[in-house]
């Protein structure tokens, strides 16, 4: 298995979502390696709509650093395996996950029969 060549796309996954993600969030600041969704102040706004707009753009956000965030432990686990020496074994049936398949996704924890 090519664990290097793996390691190094999910380095490239893991700081391609940290930019999403800082994008429409940060890490928070009152639980560890987590994030939150940038604040913003609702109210200073002159008119219903333009509050409304606020509110909606922070549930967008909010959705969207859920996602990233959910790809995110992903590709921090698969980095974690590949430390513990078990990255690239199905969690089902305990065989080598092909290598096509983690091509496709690094962080995958199951053989292509087990998707």
Known sequence: MKTEHFRKKLEEQKAKLEAEMGSVGRRSLSVPNDWEV???E???????????DVVMNRESNAAILSDLEARYDAILAALARIEKKTYGICEVCRKQIEDARLDADPAATTCIEHL
């Open 42 to 52: 609702v109210g200073t706004e002159s008119d219903l709509a333009d509050q409304a």
């Open 38 to 40: 940038m604040p913003t």
